[in-house]
């Protein structure tokens, strides 16, 4: 798991697409809370603010992929499970 760092430089890149949508969303959930506290210097908390935007589109992008997984899924006709056709 990837933790980052008050005063670190945000690194929107590929630490945050290697993150499962629970621990981006784990650590946006802290950087929520860091931020609400209001005890963070200017520049850390924009760096937090920052780095909270591109956890929030990762954890969007997941939930639009699993989303779209389950809606993959249809129930035959004989009660078991399946992927629609992609001709539907």
Request: one cysteine or more; hydrophobic letters at 45%; charged letters at 30%.
């Amino acid at each position: 798991m990837v933790v980052h760092k008050p005063g670190a430089a945000a690194d929107t890149g590929a630490d945050i697409g290697a993150l499962s949508f629970e621990d981006a969303l784990a650590e946006l959930e802290r950087i929520v809370r860091g931020l609400e506290s209001g005890s963070q210097k200017l520049e850390d908390a924009i760096a937090a603010y920052e780095r909270g935007a591109a956890l929030k589109r990762h954890c969007d992008a997941r939930l639009a992929e699993a989303e779209s997984r389950v809606q993959a899924i249809v129930a035959k006709a004989d009660g078991s499970l399946g992927l629609k056709d992609a001709s539907s």
